[in-house]
């Protein structure tokens, strides 16, 4: 039993960002390089979602306690937008509130997976869920699965060679962040077969599920026979309605084990912010073309992207980002490094090993973070330190080490 | 390895607060008792923290991410203030913003305690620490404390009797949720003293910093000797300016375990919403007045209560609450069928057990949660039902069983 100044085992497991090495070099640079490496979009929410437009009336509710569970007019709202949308048996008992996804993953994890038990996280993927296992003495079980599926690999053939005998539950993620990835009817029901094949929770990612480009499109698996019980559906406001400074999210699944989650969460922030709440009520309500517009501005920014960066990824499908295979511009220079000389070079992108750690030597672009004027100019210089990395040219720089400021990580 | 239906060793730890067994009663009722069973004020906030007036401009920052250690502006304001009243060596990487003092009390746990370790709550505390405690798969090892403390018990002998090979961390709350104790200087320094001897963290909730009542006075726990780099102090904007709605708390401490407990709570809640710390941030840069006159006013509610209720319980020497021992009043009937009784009188308190399993026969009485002749009126009613226990009288009622809506349970 250690004690002070010795730390707790859970938090000694939690790293921080890998992107944060490069925070000090990012601090000095005389110009701020364009911000592709965020998870954010650049668009302005639904006008009927503003902060002003739902505070206005000086509403005494917004300031006491409200209910951990999540305003009852949210959740009905909620419900019926999310039923339109063709998610089957919602009630309100089955929808809880939360700090946005990142709660609802944090409750939906620490409900399912005990200390020591594997959960399965599909790859390459959304970086806190890494952490989040890991906060909760489970062991994130990496499972290398978009790019492969993309590439023609059978979904339970890579599922059933990574199943473990300690694993309680399986993180998929679709529209996938960050590669994009929307599966397919058939790979989803495989994905269910596996769950209820092994008695596996599904813990179901669907911050994008607004975001899918047609032919792709977004299906709920928890619609699938058998998994209506043990899914764990995730909803942000974040994504849906570009809220991510209100944190509001949903988890949604069976009364049952969401009346145990519900406690996990109240342990954790007690209850929502009401006025975020009133907020995202109103984007729901009133945010159906908002919804349509943003979905066709990115499916464009996609678009543009899968034709004019020049770089290995497969196309989006869905989502905000499109995730390249660099290895073979990179040789033997770490990551992080060119991670670093870009930024000089006036864009910033995500480090692939945050998103799995079989993805060291991948990047993530951002398409949703700039306006298409703005998008091009950083893909073009995207596309210029490629091609200054293929020429095996270096970096034009005169400037304090960049090394140095990685602190000799990779 | 338990997998689908199973759920956590984590979640299964959880239970629901025991008010919610009275909530189906409360809910029959044909008109809402007199509350003073919850933990929260009936004061509006002060004016500058109104959040009309923080999204008045329409500031796009509010919308995306922010940072998860919490906005540089708030944190400035709050080492400012808090230097202000006398906490010593605050500095900006010492201050981390949380969701409440639930999120603070949260991360702060997680930091210290490993599963398996003992933390030391005194007691009678804020319900809320023996889950966080559980969820963290540490052990409460409730030591009763306030009540002994007041009655002249010896600080020191008391927790070196109580402490275990596996303590690991003390959680203190001064002035104390639920029995309005300030622990005077000398006995503040045991508790201090207690730590340093044997090596342990302290988590010192200090919600009701600004509440404490002459002669009686606040002092920070953390400024004497051995003790800053081993606590964690807790604020929360909930109960200094009457925004538990906005669920915004203050964890703060050495930036070196700090960090760690950033980490845990980006993974749980990863910031909190800006709008939230602009309307605080405001109410600590305008609210001092707000704050003398609210200490005025529940103070003036403090005494009228240690004159005018009519039970067994130590005066509020700050805070917001007295705990009563109603064992005497009681006899043989369970403490919850005479709360579900005092529902039908007209008035709901808090029962003793949420605040520590020795205290079955005790109750919280909330003396902030209404202006003051409302609060007259309840306690009256209050008054009437003792009166009724000490004469053995039946509740005069025409209705439903309350014992068949208490489930049995006391």
């Given at each position: ?50 902060l002003s437009a739902v505070t206005s009336s ?94 023609g690999a059978d979904v339970t053939a890579l ?115 009401l006025v975020c709440q009133r907020a995202v ?130």
């Open positions: 039993m250690p004690r002070f100044p010795a730390l707790s085992a859970e938090s000694n497991r939690l790293q921080p960002a890998v992107f944060t090495r490069l925070l000090p070099l990012l601090r000095r640079l005389p110009e701020a390089p364009l911000p592709l490496h965020i998870g954010d979009t650049f668009l302005e929410p639904p006008a009927a979602a503003r000086e509403d005494r509710a917004l300031y006491p306690y409200s209910s951990p569970a999540g305003d009852a007019a949210l959740r009905d709202a909620f419900c019926r937008r999310w039923t339109d949308k063709g998610l089957q048996g919602l009630e309100i008992p089955g929808v809880h509130v939360t700090v946005g996804a990142t709660g609802a993953v944090q409750a939906a994890i620490r409900t399912f997976a005990s200390p020591g038990d594997d959960v399965m996280i599909l790859a390459p993927f959304w970086p806190l869920v890494r952490g989040i296992t890991l906060s909760c003495g489970a062991n994130p079980l990496q499972v290398p699965f978009y790019d492969r599926v993309r590439g599922l059933e060679a990574a199943l473990t005998p300690q694993t309680s539950t399986v993180y998929v993620c679709s529209p996938n962040n960050p590669d994009g990835t929307v599966l397919t009817a058939a790979q989803q029901q495989a994905v269910a077969d596996f769950c209820v094949r092994h008695d596996l929770w599904l813990i179901s990612d669907e911050a994008y599920c607004d975001h899918a480009f047609a032919p792709a499109a977004h299906r709920f698996i928890a619609n699938l026979p058998g998994m209506s019980a043990r899914t764990a559906s995730i909803y942000t406001a974040s994504k849906s309605y570009a809220l991510a400074g209100l944190r509001l999210g949903f988890l949604v699944g069976d009364p049952g084990w969401l009346e145990l989650a519900r406690r996990v969460s109240t342990h954790q922030v007690y209850n929502v912010p009520q109103a984007a729901i309500e009133t945010g159906d073309a908002w919804v349509q517009d943003a979905r066709a501005q990115y499916e464009s920014a996609a678009s543009w992207v899968a034709a004019n960066l020049d770089a290995r990824f497969q196309p989006a499908q869905g989502g905000g980002y499109v995730f390249c295979d660099v290895s073979g511009e990179l040789g033997d220079k770490p990551a992080l490094t060119w991670l670093a000389e870009l930024l000089v070079e006036g864009v910033s992108i995500a480090p692939g090993v945050a998103f799995g750690s079989d993805y060291e030597r991948w990047v993530r672009v951002c398409y949703m973070s700039l306006p298409l004027p703005q998008l091009k100019v950083a893909i073009e210089r995207l596309n210029r330190s490629l091609a200054r990395l293929r020429r095996g040219e270096s970096l034009a720089y005169e400037g304090p080490s960049l090394e140095l400021d990685l602190g000799g990580l990779s």
